[in-house]
């Protein structure tokens, strides 16, 4: 088990440009989430997989943000035209599927956006 | 939205002392989560309690979950300087396995 693994660490870019974000989830988990969290603040849900489909995506997610998990392993979030909003930590997680109820939750340690 | 709400916002604590924290939640629930973050870093699962269930241990750590007043604590005894961490709540309201998270409290442990 090595953990959920995301890349870069940290992302420092001018406002307008386009960022991606990379997750490696740990291998048998099937269930994987993209959160972002601000400072003070709890992780904020964004979407969310179940192997490659994405099943659900937060109402509060705008049309620059978009998610990918091409063969329901590793994940790619991108946000296009970052805005000085989206600075914040974007975490990863993953889990194994359990029936009607989430199973706990494994973090990555999170890539720090921030928009100049 | 967030449906947990954590109290205190921040709590600083002598070594060895017990720490207490609530989180309060709105509609029913599957289960709670608790998770720690240290500064930086991603978070850290300790502890699930499920809806039928009132009291869980693990180690130091020790939760409560009351369903008719939608509460839960999580009491961490004999605190040590590497517990200085914040703490979040997270609710499984089912339906949708989206968790809904707590704002967290801020627990500094004073050597």
């Known amino acids: 088990d090595t953990g959920v693994s995301q890349n870069p660490r940290h992302k420092i870019t001018k406002r307008g440009q386009n960022v991606t974000f990379r997750c490696d989830p740990i291998s048998e988990h099937n269930r994987l989430y993209w959160y972002r969290q601000t400072l003070g603040q709890g992780p904020e849900f964004l979407t969310y997989?179940?192997?490659?489909?994405?099943?659900?995506k937060s109402r509060l997610l705008s049309d620059r943000f978009s998610a990918e998990r091409p063969k329901g392993s590793f994940s790619t979030l991108e946000i296009q035209r970052t805005e000085q909003g989206d600075s914040a930590m974007y975490l990863c997680?993953?889990?194994?599927?359990?029936?009607?109820?989430?199973?706990?939750?494994?973090f990555g340690d999170g890539t720090r956006l921030s928009i100049l | 939205s967030q449906q947990g709400e954590e109290d205190p916002q921040a709590l600083s604590i002598q070594e060895g002392e017990n720490a207490t924290m609530n989180c309060s939640y709105k509609t029913s629930i599957n289960n709670l989560q608790w998770y720690r973050q240290n500064s930086g870093r991603g978070l850290v699962h300790l502890i699930l309690i499920r809806s039928n269930e009132r009291e869980k241990h693990s180690g130091r750590l020790r939760v409560t979950l009351d369903t008719s007043k939608k509460s839960s604590s999580l009491l961490i005894t004999a605190s040590r300087a590497a517990d200085t961490a914040s703490y979040f709540c997270?609710?499984?309201?089912?339906?949708?396995?989206?968790?809904?998270w707590g704002a967290g409290t801020k627990l500094i442990i004073k050597p």
């Open positions: 997270a609710t499984d309201a089912g339906g949708n396995y989206q968790l809904i």
């Open positions: 997989f179940q192997n490659e489909a994405q099943l659900e």
């Open positions: 997680a993953s889990s194994i599927a359990g029936g009607v109820s989430n199973q706990p939750q494994h």
